[in-house]
């Protein structure tokens, strides 16, 4: 099945009549990271989660090659603060397995595999409530890739962790992003966006103000509000 | 304090002798109850899960209708069986009144709100965490459901103790819809009402303790075989 390219049509999401984010127009091809940047409140969150068909489409459309239902099971999703399923790391690894009707011998040695490359490999039997923040969003993350996505989602992964964390965590999407998912991630960390960005989409106010190669964007962004967000400047 | 005394040495000689009339009714008492008990959590606990999960119009009255009949009284539960299972009833022909089987319906009745309302509320609490993550992972209707029901499967043993104790200490309806007959539908709470009214507070008293000692008993088995308090937060 292929996800991409993807076409976003005036696609706009809206919560007690206040727009959230659009209209947005968008075209997405199929490898690589897209990092979606922006100030806080610009609806990066909302934006991901639109297009992972998590938030109501209220306006436009948003049409994958394949169908939506199709898409969806496709992907994964990673939030900013990860849930843990309250259970042990080993059974939280095996959850999505097992609802896709995995056996469960197979799911077992898969979670092994994924616990070990996140580093988690000690920890299979702890209750996963009780693992520090780092820990849980490691096992977040290994438990979005079991399923091999195609296309992993991630808000703002590595907002609450420590500098040895994000580069365990930037490891595995590299590694990811070398095994050809496509990653679409939102960040404010400049220097994340810098080292995992093929292409960024600039966000404001909802709106998306630039969608440029990474490389590009970062040497000479077309807008202001960009480049006044990329000075450091507060960007309203 | 003369009458709590006599209760006292009165339940231990009842207790040492193993009494075989306190022991049929006790072990009764403990078949109807926990029949009940396996019946309504089977139906309240995946109704609350549902309650927690699905949205649909009439949700919230739902809900409020369920915590209202926590409150149910049991002798007009009572009466509802013993109306709808008598002779002339539309489920006369079954020959269910006055069997441990009407008590066990009265029961269930009594029980299903008060386990479904509290369950319902972890339940939510639950699902309010799960929520994002549930949905992004496609998880159908009978899955979440499932999983609600297995994580949160310690505040729901919570849930089906305070059942329990409600179904165990419950007199009203059982009295009605089992008749309180000797060898047959007798328990320990039926027992105490008729030697109260007869005047023989000591034996009353006796099978009184006999009732909380069982009540507390069964609560901790439950809990040690819960492993509660162990194990992390949950």
Redesign the interface.
């Known amino acids: 099945m292929i996800l991409f390219p993807l076409t976003v049509r005036g696609a706009q999401t809206t919560r007690r009549g206040k727009v959230l984010v659009g209209p947005v127009d968008l075209d997405l091809a199929g490898v690589g990271a897209t990092v979606v940047m922006g100030p806080n409140g610009s609806g990066k969150t909302t934006l991901l989660r639109l297009l992972?068909g998590?938030a109501r489409l209220t306006h436009g459309r948003i049409d994958w090659a394949c169908t939506q239902a199709e898409a969806?099971?496709a992907q994964?999703?990673v939030?900013q603060r990860p849930?843990m399923?309250?259970?042990s790391v080993l059974e939280n690894l095996t959850?999505?397995l097992r609802?896709c009707g995995t056996s469960r011998s197979v799911a077992q040695f898969m979670a092994e595999d994924w616990a070990a490359r996140v580093g988690l490999d000690a920890m299979l039997d702890r209750?996963a409530?009780?693992l520090s923040g780092g820990e849980q969003q490691k096992l977040a993350l290994a438990r979005a890739m079991i399923i091999e996505p195609q296309l992993l989602f991630l808000d703002e992964p590595t907002a609450a962790l420590d500098g040895r964390a994000t580069r365990e965590v930037e490891a595995v999407l590299r590694a990811a992003l070398a095994s050809g998912t496509r990653l679409i991630l939102s960040t404010h960390d400049l220097g994340q966006a810098r080292r995992l960005a093929d292409e960024v989409l600039f966000l404001l106010h909802g709106q998306v103000l630039e969608h440029s190669a990474a490389r590009k964007f970062f040497e000479a962004p077309a807008t202001l509000q960009a480049r006044a967000f990329l000075r450091g400047d507060i960007v309203e | 304090m003369g009458d709590l005394w006599a209760g006292l040495s009165e339940a231990f000689r009842l207790l040492v002798t193993l009494d075989s009339d306190l022991v049929e009714i006790t072990l009764r008492s403990l078949q109807v109850t926990l029949t009940a008990l396996a019946i309504g959590s089977a139906i309240a606990l995946p109704l609350a899960a549902f309650l927690a999960v699905r949205r649909f119009r009439w949700r919230r009255s739902v809900i409020a209708v369920l915590n209202a009949l926590m409150g149910l009284p049991p002798v007009v539960v009572g009466l509802a069986v013993y109306v709808l299972l008598s002779r002339s009833g539309p489920f006369g022909v079954l020959g269910l009144l006055f069997t441990p089987s009407a008590m066990i319906i009265a029961q269930v009745i009594i029980i299903v709100p008060l386990i479904a309302s509290v369950a319902h509320q972890s339940l939510r609490d639950l699902w309010s965490e799960y929520h994002d993550l549930l949905i992004s992972m496609n998880v159908t209707q009978s899955q979440k459901i499932r999983t609600l029901l297995w994580d949160a499967r310690r505040a729901l043993l919570t849930a089906s103790l305070a059942g329990f104790g409600r179904a165990i200490g419950e007199v009203g309806a059982i009295m009605i819809v089992g008749g309180n007959i000797e060898h047959a539908t007798r328990v320990l709470t039926t027992a105490i009402a008729l030697e109260t009214g007869r005047g023989d507070f000591a034996l009353a008293l006796g099978l009184g303790f006999v009732l909380i000692g069982l009540a507390i008993t069964v609560n901790l088995c439950i809990h040690w075989l819960g492993r509660t308090e162990q194990e992390g937060r949950w």
Do not use: E, G, K
């Open positions: 992972h998590a969806h099971s994964a999703f939030f849930v399923l309250r259970r959850y999505p609802l209750p409530t009780v």
